[in-house]
C-alpha cells in the first residue's frame, strides 16, 4: 500500500451564526493511493484554522484563524514532526478581520483577511517561527453588488510561478491587487493591477506552468476570467459560465484548481453542490461538464501532486470524497467519509 499524508483545515465555531463548524482543528490524514481510502492520523486543535499553507521543504505548517477582528484572530507556525503530527512553535496577532486565506514563499507567510479588506507579510525565521512586525497593506474601493462589495474584502494570496510577483483576489472591488518581492520585502506593484468584470467578486486563481494565464473565479457570478500576461500584465480575455443552462439559484463559487499536466480545469460551486470540468487549450475553455458531489456547502478542494486524485470537502455535511482522476479529466468517486468535521481546505 503506498500513502500520501496530507492536511486538512476545518471550522471549529461558529464566528457568525450559520457560518462555520464544529470540527476539530488541523486534521493530519493519510490517503491510501491504491484504493482512494482516508484515515485520520491526528487532530491539532485550534480556533477556526479554515486555511492552510505549508513551506517550501514541507517542515513548517502555517494557519491563521477565521475570526472577527474583536475576537483577536492570529497566524500560527507549526513544526510538522517525522510522523506527522503537528508540533506548536509560536503565533503573531492578526490586525484584521475574518483571515480567510493563507500562502507562503521562501521566509514570508502573506495572508489575505476579508472582513478587513487588507494583506499581510510575516517573516518566518531559521526554526520555522513567526517573526513581529508584518508587513501591512489596506485595500480601498467598492464595487457594484451594494451587498458584497461595499468595501474591499480581500480574499485568497496567489504567489506567481516567477515567485517574484503575487496577485490577490479581491471581491469588494472587482480587481486583482499586484505585490512583488524587492528582496524579501513584499511591496505594492499598482501597474500590475488587473480589473475583473463588474459584480463578478474574484475569490481565487491559479496560473498556468508559465505564468502566461490565469484562471479567476468570480464568486458572486459564477464565472472564470481568463487573464493573459502582455509584458507582465494580466489583462481580462474572456469570462465563461461554470453553472448548467438553466440554473435559477444564486451563484457561490467556493473553489478553483488547474490539474498539474495543465490540461483541465476544475471550478467548485455551493449551492449547486458540483465541480465543473473544463478543458484547457491556452486561453480558451471547453465546459466539459459538472460532476455533482453529493454533500453541503462544497468548499475547497484539491488535486494530489501526481494528478491522480482529488479530494474535496464539504463545510456543513462533513462529506470529504475522494475521487479518482481519469485520463479524460473526469472525475470518479471512490471514497466518502464524515469522520472529518466541518473539513474547509486540503494541502499537500
Known amino acids: 500500500m503506498e ?19 464544529i470540527g476539530h482543528g488541523i486534521y493530519t490524514v493519510q490517503l491510501d493511493t491504491g484504493t482512494g481510502a482516508l484515515r485520520v492520523l491526528f487532530s491539532e486543535p485550534a480556533r477556526n484554522p479554515s486555511y492552510l499553507a505549508l513551506s517550501g521543504d514541507n517542515r513548517y505548517l502555517y494557519t491563521s484563524t477565521e475570526l472577527d477582528e474583536k475576537e483577536g484572530p492570529k497566524v500560527r507556525a507549526y513544526r510538522v514532526r517525522n510522523d506527522y503530527s503537528l508540533e ?4 503573531r496577532p492578526i490586525v484584521g478581520g475574518y483571515p480567510c486565506h493563507i500562502a507562503t514563499q521562501g521566509n514570508s507567510v502573506l495572508l489575505a483577511c476579508y472582513a ?7 517573516r518566518t525565521g531559521a526554526s520555522g517561527q513567526l517573526m513581529p512586525k508584518p508587513n501591512r497593506y489596506d485595500h480601498e474601493g467598492f ?3 451594494k451587498g458584497r462589495q461595499e468595501g474591499p474584502h480581500a480574499h485568497q494570496v496567489a504567489v506567481h510561478p516567477n515567485k517574484r510577483d503575487v496577485y490577490v483576489c479581491d471581491l469588494g472591488i472587482d480587481r486583482i491587487k499586484a505585490y512583488r518581492f524587492e528582496g524579501d520585502e513584499l511591496v505594492p506593484n499598482p501597474a500590475k493591477d488587473c480589473d475583473i468584470s463588474k459584480g463578478n467578486g474574484p475569490r481565487h486563481m491559479v496560473f498556468d506552468r508559465e505564468g502566461k ?3 479567476v473565479i468570480g464568486e458572486l457570478s459564477g464565472t472564470i476570467s481568463v487573464l493573459q500576461s ?8 474572456g469570462t465563461y459560465d461554470t453553472l448548467p443552462e438553466g440554473y435559477d439559484g444564486n451563484p457561490s463559487a467556493s473553489a478553483i484548481r488547474l490539474h498539474p499536466d495543465g490540461r483541465y480545469l476544475y471550478v467548485a460551486n455551493r449551492k449547486l453542490e458540483a465541480i465543473s470540468l473544463f478543458k484547457v487549450d491556452k486561453g480558451s475553455l471547453q465546459s466539459m461538464g459538472h460532476t455533482y458531489t453529493g454533500g453541503e456547502e462544497l468548499r475547497e478542494f484539491n488535486i494530489t ?11 456543513n455535511s462533513h462529506d470529504t470524497v475522494v ?3 481519469g485520463q479524460d479529466g473526469r472525475l470518479h468517486e471512490k471514497y466518502r467519509t464524515q469522520e472529518i468535521l466541518s473539513p474547509v481546505c486540503v494541502v499537500f
Open 3 to 21: 500513502i500520501l499524508v496530507f492536511f486538512i483545515g476545518s471550522y471549529t465555531e461558529y464566528p457568525i451564526p450559520g457560518f462555520g463548524g
Open 88 to 91: 506548536f512553535i509560536n503565533e
Open 116 to 122: 478587513s479588506g487588507n494583506v499581510f507579510q510575516y
Open 143 to 145: 464595487s457594484v453588488d
Open 213 to 215: 494565464y490565469a484562471f
Open 230 to 237: 502582455n509584458k507582465g500584465v494580466f489583462k481580462e480575455l
Open 305 to 315: 501532486p501526481d494528478g491522480q486524485w482529488l479530494i474535496a470537502c464539504h463545510q
Open 323 to 325: 475521487y479518482r482522476i
